[in-house]
């Protein structure tokens, strides 16, 4: 198992309207190819920022399912209306520990 860490950093006060569209119409779309960890906003360090953490099989099976991702018509229609609430976004590949509870 691998989890990828997707943080997106907003534009002032655009937090809620981000997570607003996402939980209305992005998690199911996304959900379809990803199993979502969970999703947090920060409070301190870096404001402005929402993050998720993605679950896959593996690292092929993250490329295989973002690439189903990216041929949803309803995805493509979706990533717009968060883009205009982004400023930046990253992503970090983490693999568990031995002793991890999630693996």
Same mark, same amino acid.
């Given at each position: 198992?691998? %989890?990828?860490?997707r943080? *997106? ?7 809620? #309207? @981000?997570?607003?569209? %996402?939980?209305s119409?992005g ?5 379809? *190819?990803?199993?979502?960890v969970?999703?947090?906003?920060t409070? #301190?360090? /870096?404001? /402005?920022?929402i993050? !998720?953490?993605?679950? *896959?099989?593996? !690292? /092929? ?6 690439n ?7 995805w493509?229609? @979706?990533?717009? #209306? ?7 976004q990253?992503?970090? !590949?983490?693999?568990?520990?031995? !002793?991890?509870?999630l693996?």
């Amino acid at each position: 198992m691998i %989890y990828e860490m997707r943080t *997106y950093r907003v534009k002032v006060h655009a937090g809620p #309207s @981000f997570l607003e569209v %996402y939980a209305s119409r992005g998690i199911q779309i996304i959900g379809r *190819y990803a199993k979502l960890v969970g999703c947090w906003e920060t409070e #301190s360090g /870096n404001l /402005n920022e929402i993050v !998720f953490i993605w679950a *896959y099989d593996d !690292f /092929n099976h993250r490329i295989e399912q973002r690439n189903k991702l990216w041929r949803d018509p309803d995805w493509l229609e @979706f990533v717009p #209306s968060i883009r205009q609430h982004m400023e930046h976004q990253r992503s970090a !590949f983490l693999m568990p520990a031995a !002793f991890s509870p999630l693996k």
